[in-house]
T-cell receptor, first 118, second 111 residues
Framework: DADVTQTPRNRITKTGKRIMLECSQTKGHDRMYWYRQDPGLGLRLIYYSFDVKDINKGEISDGYSVSRQAQAKFSLSLESAIPNQTALYFC?????????????????FGAGSRLTVL | QQQVKQSPQSLIVQKGGISIINCAYENTAFDYFPWYQQFPGKGPALLIAIRPDVSEKKEGRFTISFNKSAKQFSLHIMDSQPGDSATYFCAASIGAGKLIFGQGTELSVKP
């Protein structure tokens, strides 16, 4: 099984619908993130959580919300989806101490969730 | 406000050639500069990283060159292979803070 599992992998929905993307991890990491990938714009941070009781907005949080249900679970919601939220969404986790890169965040990404809003 | 700017957006290199991807940053407080590699259908994965106290970091065919005064760093892929074809992202962070990514470079290595 993958260390970071995202569901669904693909989703097509209509404008105005509520969508939830789910992420679960078996890494035992404290930190979890949601990124959005768009061609030419790279990876942009939506929300991040450094522990279960900590939720922080990223660069592009408008129109999104998150819930950290447990150390291993972090979900992203679009309350009322719009077409410009069509993108590839990634969940990631990191270990606070980073192993080889002590003190830095080494991210482990899921395989991504492709969302299309019509 | 894009704190990390990456170029080029796409790059085509012949097998055996050198691939060079550049990044520039604005925040002088950044102290950790990783590169991530992403294959189609997969999430990005850490490739190599550097701290600003060194000017170069080499791991196999991959080298990061770092120029602190110019606030620039680059990834060099020597003897590029078709298997290196992927999207590459530079990033930066302050300590154990959140990573800020560049726009990505789609590399294609032709046989």
């Amino acid at each position: 099984d993958a260390d970071v599992t995202q569901t669904p992998r693909n989703r097509i929905t209509k404008t105005g619908k509520r969508i939830m993307l789910e992420c679960s991890q078996t890494k035992g990491h404290d930190r979890m993130y949601w990124y959005r990938q768009d061609p030419g714009l790279g990876l942009r941070l939506i929300y991040y959580s450094f522990d279960v009781k900590d939720i922080n907005k990223g660069e592009i949080s408008d129109g999104y919300s998150v819930s950290r249900q447990a150390q291993a679970k972090f979900s992203l919601s679009l309350e009322s989806a719009i077409p410009n939220q069509t993108a590839l969404y990634f969940c990631a986790t990191s270990d606070r101490w980073g192993g080889t890169y002590s003190g830095a965040n080494v991210l482990t990404f899921g395989a991504g969730s492709r969302l299309t809003v019509l | 406000q894009q704190q990390v700017k990456q170029s080029p957006q796409s790059l085509i290199v012949q097998k055996g050639g050198i691939s060079i991807i550049n990044c520039a940053y604005e925040n002088t407080a950044f102290d950790y500069f990783p590169w991530y590699q992403q294959f189609p259908g997969k999430g990005p994965a850490l490739l190599i990283a550097i701290r600003p106290d060194v000017s170069e970091k080499k791991e196999g065919r991959f080298t990061i060159s770092f120029n602190k005064s110019a606030k620039q760093f680059s990834l060099h892929i020597m003897d590029s292979q078709p298997g290196d074809s992927a999207t590459y992202f530079c990033a930066a962070s302050i300590g154990a803070g959140k990573l800020i990514f560049g726009q990505g470079t789609e590399l294609s290595v032709k046989p």
